[in-house]
């Protein structure tokens, strides 16, 4: 037996066979929904917080962030394989995007994400009741703005949103994709690989940041990095194979999801 098969063994006996397996399954479910729809950081990084309980939560977020990016970049790649992009479009878009990522993470010290909260909380609200009674959002490209009006729009939407992910970040994802569908008029496939392009960008300033200050444990994020990656294949294929009306109803049920979590935040979890 190799040096790096002891390593990857020495994961199972240092965090128990039954947690590894664990971690493994909530990164593979995580993957998946995160290529059809985004937010999938809501599924891996809780469990991990809940699994890993001795672990700094530096770390976490560190392991998180390679398992996470590894993921959504394979699905980015295999959405360009089969959605037509507009590279400056996209370029623009990820470039505002990445620069406000990195002004929202400087600004967490100077902003209390509780305080937010409460505006999220009616925001994923109106975005459930809209997606849910708009039958035929996304399901064909329903605006025809012009290419100024794209970059303008995009570019609005990726501070906006890049600055939410910089600082806070839970379904950042699924925020770029009702914005795509809603403002620039993409149907929900189109806009889900954007998304994905995009937040491989804003990710990788976070993740730059963790590894220079070596917050990450890279046995687990690499074995976990390999189920992210299963899911993502599988949802992106799913996604481009199923269609619109499929994407549609896994944002609606994450953003159900979002919905119940920011609730029982507010309402229901008692307060440290």
């Known amino acids: 037996m190799n040096l790096s098969n002891m390593v990857f063994l020495n994961v199972f006996v240092d965090y128990g066979v039954f947690t590894v397996f664990l971690l493994i399954s909530f990164s593979f479910i995580a993957g998946f929904i995160d290529a059809v ?7 891996q990084l809780p469990a991990m917080l809940n699994l890993l309980p001795n672990i700094s939560i530096l770390s976490i ?9 590894a993921g959504t970049s394979m699905s980015a790649l295999h959405y360009s394989k089969r959605i037509k992009f507009n590279f400056t479009l996209l370029f623009t878009i990820s470039l505002f995007a990445g620069l406000a990522s990195v002004i929202g993470a400087k600004a967490v010290v100077f ?13 994923l609200i109106v975005m459930a009741f809209y997606t849910y009674f708009k039958k035929d959002l996304g399901s064909s490209t329903s605006k025809r703005l012009s290419f100024a009006k794209q970059i303008i729009y995009g570019s609005c939407l990726a501070i906006i949103v890049g600055f939410y992910d910089g600082f806070f970040g839970p379904g950042t994802g699924s925020f770029f994709v009702l914005g795509f569908v ?5 149907e929900f496939v189109q806009a889900s690989a954007y998304a994905k392009v995009i937040n491989c960008v804003t990710n990788i300033s976070a993740l730059i940041v963790f590894i220079k200050q070596g917050n990450f444990i890279i046995e687990l994020a690499i074995i976990m990095a390999v ?13 481009l194979k199923k ?6 109803l896994i944002f609606l049920a994450i953003v159900t999801l979002m919905i119940f979590k920011y609730g029982y935040d507010l309402f229901l979890k008692p307060i440290s």
């Open 37 to 43: 729809v985004g937010g999938g950081g809501l599924i």
């Open 61 to 69: 977020f560190g392991t998180n962030k390679i398992s996470a990016l």
């Open 111 to 123: 902003i209390n994400v509780n305080t937010l909260k409460p505006l999220i909380f009616v925001v």
């Open 182 to 186: 809603v403002i620039l008029g993409f």
């Open 227 to 239: 189920f992210n990656i299963s899911g993502n294949i599988i949802g992106t294929k799913l996604a």
């Open 243 to 248: 269609g619109n009306n499929f994407v549609r």
